[in-house]
């Protein structure tokens, strides 16, 4: 039986892949880059200044942006992205979220949180959530990013539970990826040509079923 679920912030608890993507968008229009969704697949559960690397390597006439430059334009797409974030409250919550929360809860699970980004105790405790997490792992806490599986082992080494009795929830492929690489049971919540890897699939979290992850978890 498992014991613990490690979920994605971004994109899987709340909606806010989509605020990172507008706001990168801003700032690649700035640089005469256009970015779409498609695109913006790449980006999400990577952090901040390696989301800016791959955007600048686009246009290969800014590689000799300075890392000042790029430290504004990292500033200033996180500035466009906390408007957007300063916006919402528990209203926010993705569908389904808050009920395998309370399942996790009422079964005696450990709850973490495992995300790369620097705002996300902020927008946890907007959504009004931070009461059911037991551990929070964000991009303060990690020196190895998705895919690299520290994000996820990080929040099972705090909780002091091993790595194959954890469940990991993510929307990215390189979320995905760091669960499969910490030996952990993925859940990936989106399309299946960008999550394939995932050891069960969902197309939405409205679809999250506490009795049927861990079914799909036993067997
Ligand atoms: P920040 P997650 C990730 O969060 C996002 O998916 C990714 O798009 C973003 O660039 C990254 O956080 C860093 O976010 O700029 O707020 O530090 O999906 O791992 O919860
Ligand atoms: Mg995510």
């Known amino acids: 039986y498992p014991k613990a679920f490690i979920y994605d912030l971004d994109g899987v608890i709340t909606d806010t892949a989509e605020f990172h993507f507008l706001a990168w968008q801003k700032i690649a229009q700035k640089l005469d880059i256009s970015i ?29 942006l300075s890392n000042e430059e790029k430290e504004n334009l990292a500033n200033r797409k996180n500035e466009l992205y906390l408007e957007l974030v300063e916006t919402i409250d528990s209203s926010n919550v ?34 009004g959530l931070t009461h ?16 690299d599986p520290e994000t996820f082992t990080a929040a099972a080494d705090a909780l002091g539970i091993e790595y194959p009795a954890c469940i990991g929830i993510e929307d990215s492929a390189a979320g995905v990826a760091a669960i499969n690489a910490a030996n952990m049971f993925s ?33």
């Open 132 to 147: 059911y997490f037991d551990y929070i792992v964000d991009a303060s806490q990690v020196s190895k990013g998705k895919p």
């Open 187 to 219: 859940v990936g919540v989106g399309d299946a040509a960008q999550l394939s890897d995932a050891d069960y699939l969902v197309e939405a979290t409205s679809q999250l079923d506490f009795e049927e992850i861990v079914e799909r978890y036993r067997h």
């Open 36 to 64: 779409d969704r498609q695109f913006n697949e790449q980006l999400k559960g990577i952090g901040r200044m390696d989301s800016l690397e791959l955007i600048l390597k686009l246009d290969p006439s800014l590689s000799e």
């Open 94 to 127: 993705l569908p389904g979220i808050e009920e395998l929360l309370a399942a996790n809860k009422e079964q005696g699970l450990k709850i973490a949180l495992g995300s790369a980004s620097k705002n996300a105790l902020y927008v946890l405790d907007r959504l």
